[in-house]
C-alpha cells in the first residue's frame, strides 16, 4: 500500500537539492511512501496519487531522529548516585560498576523488558534508529547475552566490553584487556557491528584503546570511541587515526583534535544529555561545526549520566547550552546519526530512503527547541508503518 502525506508545512528533507539550505526546507509538501521506502518528494500541488491519504494539516514533517549513542541493556537504578551529584559530588566513570551489578543478577527476560521499554519510550518521541552497546557485563557470558538481545531490537549493536575494567580484574587491568582482545570478542564479535572504548582516566588509556579497538577491527568491526568526555586525552586523536565512525563526548577538545575531526570523516557525537545530568562543562559545537566537523546528537541513555530517550530534549539543550542553531541541531540528530552510523536510508526524507518519518504538533522544527519540555509528536512512521 502507498500512502500520500500532504499538506506538509514545512517538510526538513536533509537534502540541499530538494529544498531550501542544509536542511533542504520544503513549505507545503507531500511526501509518498511506498511499502518501506520514500518514493516521491515534492511541492504538495504536484503530488501524485496514492492508495491512502493522510493530512498533515500545515504541521512539520521531519526525519525520524537517529540516536547513535545509547545503552540500554542494564539493570538497577542509580537514582541515589544523581541525588548525590546533585548535592555536590563529582561524577567519576566508576559509578558503572554499580548497574554491572545489578546487570549481571538480572534474567534475560528482565534486560529484554527493559530494552523494549525504552525503544518504545524513544520511538513515541520521534527516535526511530537507535543504536545499543553492551558494557553493563564485563565477563564473555554477560556481554556476549547483551549483545544479543540488543541484536534482536536493532542492528546497530556495539561491543563495549571496555566500558571499565571489570571488578574481578581491578588489580590486573593488563588481564581484562587480554579478555577483553581474546575470548570476550570471539564470544561477542558474531552479535555486533561495531566495536566502543570508553577512553578516560578511571577507564582506558590510549595504548589499551588502540589494543582493544584493533582487535575488534581485525575482527570486522567499526571503531566507535567514548573519547574526551572527563578530560583532555588522547581519544579523539586515537579515533581519526583509526578511521573510527564517531568519537563520541568531545567535551575536552584542544585545537589539534578540531582540526583532526574536521580533516576526518569521523563524526564528533556530542550528548548534552551527560553535561546536563552531571554539571558537567558542555562541549563547544560553534567551534566543531565553524572548523567544518560532522556533528551528531545523540542521548548517551544510560541509567548513570544521561538517563533520558529524549532526542527532542537533546536538541533543546544543544540550542541553548552548546551554541548550535535550531537548524544545526536538528540536522545534527538525524542526518548527523545516520553519518555517525555510516547510513546512508535514515535521517533524511528523500526517494529511496527509508521511510521513518516524525509528524509534529508545530508548524515547524524551530519548536522542538522553543518550547522545551512539551510532547510535540503527532505520528511516528517506522520503515512506513504508523508506529505512533
Not at 68 to 87: C, I, K, P, Q, Y
Not at 152 to 173: I, M, R, S
Not at 328 to 350: F, Q, Y
Amino acid at each position: 500500500m502507498s500512502l500520500l502525506i500532504t499538506n506538509i508545512g514545512s517538510l526538513v528533507t536533509n537534502d540541499p537539492a530538494l529544498g531550501e539550505g542544509p536542511l533542504g526546507l520544503l513549505a507545503d509538501a507531500a511526501v509518498v511512501v511506498d511499502g518501506e521506502r520514500i518514493a516521491w518528494v515534492g511541492p504538495a500541488a504536484a503530488a501524485p496519487a496514492a492508495d491512502e491519504r493522510y493530512d498533515a494539516a500545515g504541521r512539520a514533517l521531519l526525519p525520524g531522529f537517529v540516536d547513535s549513542h545509547a545503552h540500554l541493556v542494564f539493570a538497577g537504578d542509580r537514582t541515589a548516585e544523581f541525588n548525590a551529584r546533585m548535592s555536590g559530588q563529582a561524577y567519576t566513570a566508576g559509578g558503572i560498576r554499580t548497574t554491572v551489578a545489578a546487570t549481571r543478577a538480572a534474567t534475560d527476560a528482565e534486560l529484554d523488558a527493559n530494552v523494549t521499554r525504552f525503544l518504545a519510550e524513544a520511538l513515541r518521541q520521534g527516535t526511530t534508529t537507535v543504536e545499543c552497546k553492551s558494557g553493563y557485563g564485563l565477563t564473555v557470558a554477560d556481554e556476549a547475552r547483551a549483545l544479543r538481545i540488543a541484536a534482536a531490537h536493532t542492528p546497530e549493536t556495539t561491543y563495549l566490553g571496555a566500558h571499565v575494567v571489570a571488578p574481578e580484574f581491578a588489580d590486573d587491568p593488563a588481564g581484562y584487556v587480554d579478555l577483553v582482545t581474546g575470548e570476550m570478542l570471539d564470544a561477542c564479535a558474531p552479535h555486533a557491528r561495531w566495536v566502543d572504548v570508553f577512553c578516560e582516566r578511571g577507564a582506558f588509556d590510549g595504548d589499551q584503546a588502540r589494543a582493544i579497538l584493533t582487535a575488534g577491527a581485525k575482527r570486522g568491526l567499526t571503531p566507535r570511541v567514548h573519547a574526551n568526555q572527563l578530560s583532555y586525552g588522547p581519544g579523539v586523536q586515537l579515533a581519526v587515526e583509526l578511521g573510527a565512525a564517531s568519537a563520541d563526548h568531545c567535551t575536552h577538545l584542544t585545537d589539534e583534535d578540531v582540526a583532526a575531526l574536521a580533516g576526518s570523516a569521523t563524526v564528533a557525537t556530542l550528548l548534552p544529555g551527560a553535561e546536563f545530568s552531571t554539571r558537567a562543562e558542555y562541549p563547544n559545537a560553534r567551534r566543531l561545526l565553524d572548523a567544518g566537523a560532522t556533528v551528531a546528537l545523540s542521548t548517551d541513555c544510560n541509567p548513570g549520566s544521561s538517563f533520558t530517550t529524549s532526542m527532542a530534549f537533546c536538541v533543546a539543550v544543544a540550542v541553548r547550552e552548546m551554541a548550535m542553531t535550531p537548524d544545526e541541531a536538528v540536522h545534527a540528530a538525524t542526518e548527523g546519526g545516520a553519518r555517525a552510523l555510516r547510513r546512508t536510508d535514515v535521517g533524511r526524507v528523500t526517494p529511496g530512503a527509508r521511510a521513518d518519518l516524525l509528524l509534529l504538533d508545530a508548524p515547524s522544527h524551530v519548536h522542538l527547541a522553543y518550547r522545551p519540555g512539551v510532547p510535540l509528536t503527532a505520528a511516528v512512521w517506522q520503515a512506513g508503518v504508523r508506529a505512533f
